[in-house]
């Protein structure tokens, strides 16, 4: 799109370099992807350079750019973003490489079918298409039951729909799907003391839509390693129970 084509309240379209942006300078104000920037289908790395904790423009960005991120934007613990970063790399084959953020969704790497808000790769691509479909998001959002937080049995629900509707998932990427939301619900979890814990669904909605986070939102606490292990079994215990329930009402129909 020209910039002509745009209203005239829209911000002018600029150029990022690095974590750079000619509209918010070096605060971490959110600025959406410009046409020049990359950007890929992970939620989490594309908010990170919509509000420069990595570079802006999504490219020439190294693991160790991520770690640094991941701690800074999320609050999560060292070994945590070590492992994600580099065992992302690792399984991309880009070990102390640069790369740009379109690449890190290579489709069948740590890229996967039956993603939540993403269609899956259609035969013959090589990377994963980064549109957001809003009917998934409102999808997403509406498989949030009991209030207005998503916890890991909403997640279930949410991934069990998405599951049916592609070709099988095998185990790796299966669990790769579960610990990409075991994170999140980990950062985000509120509500200590009420029935429901989890994160608040505006703020869902928001991140995985938009790629933008909560308003003044800063990390209070860390988010470790094991207890994203703890919240991925939840997740996956969860799936377990809504696949024997549906098997045993089959039976009974
Ligand atoms: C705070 C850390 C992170 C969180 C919370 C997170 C969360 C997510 C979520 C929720 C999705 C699913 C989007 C969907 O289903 O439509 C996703 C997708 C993805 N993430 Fe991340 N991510 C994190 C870090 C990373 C890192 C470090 C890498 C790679 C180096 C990565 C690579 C990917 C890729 C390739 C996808 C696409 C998977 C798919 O096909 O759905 N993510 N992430």
Redesign the pocket.
């Known amino acids: 799109m020209s910039s002509s084509a745009l209203p005239e309240s829209h911000p002018a379209v600029h150029e990022h370099k690095g974590k750079t942006c000619p509209v918010t300078g070096q605060t971490h104000d959110f600025c959406a992807a410009q046409p020049e920037d990359s950007r ?6 594309n908010t990170m350079a919509n509000h420069g904790y990595i570079s802006r423009d999504g490219k020439n960005i190294s693991a160790s750019e ?1 770690v640094g991120g ?1 701690k800074a934007c ?1 609050g ?1 613990s060292t070994p945590l973003a070590l492992f ?2 580099h065992v ?2 690792l399984v ?1 084959r880009k070990t102390f490489r640069r790369v740009s953020l379109f690449e ?2 290579k489709h069948g790497q ?4 039956a ?4 269609h899956d790769t259609p035969a013959g691509e090589v990377y ?1 298409p980064i549109e957001i479909d809003a009917g998934l998001v409102d999808k997403l959002i509406d498989d949030v039951q009991g209030g207005e937080r998503m916890n890991a049995v909403d997640v279930a629900r949410a991934r069990i729909r998405r599951e049916k509707e592609s070709p099988v998932l095998d185990g790796v990427h299966a669990e ?2 579960r610990g ?2 075991a ?2 619900l980990g ?1 985000w979890e509120e509500g200590a003391g009420t029935d429901k814990l989890g994160i608040p669904v505006a703020w869902m909605r928001r991140w ?1 839509h938009e790629e933008k986070l909560p308003d003044g939102w800063r990390p209070t606490r860390k988010q470790g390693l094991l207890d994203t292990v703890k919240r991925s079994k939840a997740i996956r215990t969860a799936m377990e129970n809504f696949r024997k329930a549906e098997a045993e009402a089959a039976k009974d129909t």
């Not at 740590?110 to 079918?113: A, G, L, Q, T, W």
């Open positions: 890929s289908p992970c939620p989490a790395l991520i991941l999320y999560l994600l970063s992302g790399f991309l890190i969704g740590v890229e996967h079918n993603s939540l808000v993403h994963a790769i799907a990409e939301m994170i999140i950062v995985i």
